[in-house]
């Protein structure tokens, strides 16, 4: 399966950004989806996922202003953005892991076996 990150631009601080996440190659409908991001000098750092089941997990910092969702007829995952801040830039990757990860798996960047390439995400004060 290859992943197709995309959406990523330059916002102003209280903007919004939809980032798509699509799948070849195969279905995805049955993976759990994850998005993580990275920012200069720091650890990739998970940001949200979404399982088979719709249930959706994320990281403190962005609950209540990102959402994970996804559309199995076009077999892709987005990331809905909104209230962003400065702090939110890096470059946002989407990734594919087992339905099977036990909700305290789920941010730890090692337990995805593929990832796509990232999405560059800058928020300006």
């Known amino acids: 399966v290859q992943l197709q990150a995309s959406g990523g631009g330059l916002v102003q601080a209280g903007g919004s950004l939809r980032l798509s996440c699509t799948a070849s190659?195969?279905?995805?409908?049955?993976?759990?989806i994850s998005w993580f991001r990275q920012a200069p000098g720091k650890e990739r750092e998970f940001v949200g996922a979404i399982r088979r089941g719709a249930s959706t997990f994320y990281s403190g910092s962005v609950k209540g202003r990102f959402t994970v969702s996804r559309d199995r007829a076009k077999n892709t995952a987005y990331l809905q953005m909104i209230s962003l801040k400065p702090e939110d830039t890096a470059v946002y990757y989407c990734a594919l892991g087992s339905d099977r990860l036990i909700a305290s798996s789920l941010f730890l960047a090692n337990n995805y076996d593929s990832w796509g390439k990232g999405t560059q995400v800058t928020v300006s004060s």
């Open positions: 190659g195969r279905s995805i409908s049955t993976d759990t």
